[in-house]
Nanobody, 115 residues
Framework: QVKLVESGGGLVQPGGSLRLSCEASGEIFTNARMGWYRQAPGKLRDFVASISSGTGGWYADSVKGRFTISRDNARNTVYLQMNSLTPEDTAVYYC?????????WGQGTQVTVSS
């Protein structure tokens, strides 16, 4: 069983930055892919970014150049640095874990971009 706990969401003004963290616990495979999805009100959950050990990140076109995903395997933690935020980035952000056998989701953290 894998448990994911997100943190770092909040309210930020347009143009601002936030860093989300997701700590995984339980039986973690170091070659698992971890990433972030988001869901805005009334919309489907969309892919944001993901990363696997030893590789770079993959990003949705809407966040390329603004968001950076990183991973600390020693801490079983994945981060999402979000810069140049716009109101369109407002959503609940969910951490995701996939290792080919299991998929896990965090409880979500709210990000609101508003002046």
């Amino acid at each position: 069983q894998v448990k994911l706990v997100e943190s770092g969401g909040g309210l930020v003004q347009p143009g601002g930055s936030l860093r989300l963290s997701c700590e995984a616990s339980g039986e973690i495979f170091t070659n698992a892919r971890m990433g972030w999805y988001r869901q805005a009100p009334g919309k489907l959950r969309d892919f944001v970014a993901s990363i696997s050990s030893g590789t770079g990140g993959w990003y949705a076109d809407s966040v390329k150049g603004r968001f950076t995903i990183s991973r600390d395997n020693a801490r079983n933690t994945v981060y999402l640095q979000m810069n140049s935020l716009t109101p369109e980035d407002t959503a609940v952000y969910y951490c995701n874990y996939q290792d080919g056998l299991r998929t896990a989701w965090g409880q979500g953290t709210q990000v609101t971009v508003s002046s």
